[in-house]
């Protein structure tokens, strides 16, 4: 068993809006856990994504597991060149549940069902980072 400490901070000072209300004033929300989580697990790897989600599998069938989930897009096309192209996060279904843009991440769990992750450039190729940790 281990353990993932997990802290997500939005902060956007001085947002303004168009009305004086409430949603108006600055962002500052924190929010910390510790989850636990047990094998398999699969730590940081990058993929090439192609325009074929199903060539990018990255997380196995869940089996009726959840698991928790990261993703970025590292804003590359091949380790090194820069792109401009989504990245699309979606169950082996073909189901989309996230498009990342570049430098953009998302930590979130699947699972509980029999689908994997599979990831899906918009066009071209896309170098994503990943890993996944199966919740205790």
């Known amino acids: ?15 303004t809006g168009t009305t004086a209300t409430s949603e108006d004033s600055d962002l500052s ?10 094998p398999p697990m699969r730590g940081p790897s990058q993929i090439v ?21 990261y993703v970025k897009h590292t804003g590359t096309s091949d380790g090194s060149s820069a792109t401009t192209e989504n990245l699309g996060v979606e ?16 930590f ?3 699972g509980g069902g029999s689908f994997g992750v599979q990831l899906q450039a918009a066009s071209g190729t896309v170098v994503a980072e990943f890993a996944w940790f199966k919740k205790s």
């Open 1 to 15: 068993m281990a353990f993932l400490d997990v802290t997500l901070t939005l902060a956007s000072p001085g947002a």
């Open 29 to 38: 929300l924190t929010v910390t856990d510790t989850l636990t989580v047990v």
């Open 49 to 69: 994504a192609t325009t074929t989600g199903a060539s990018n599998i990255i997380q196995p069938d869940t089996s009726g597991s959840t698991y928790y989930l």
């Open 91 to 106: 169950l082996t279904g073909d189901v989309p549940f996230a498009v990342l843009a570049p430098d953009e991440f998302c």
């Open 108 to 110: 979130v769990p699947v």
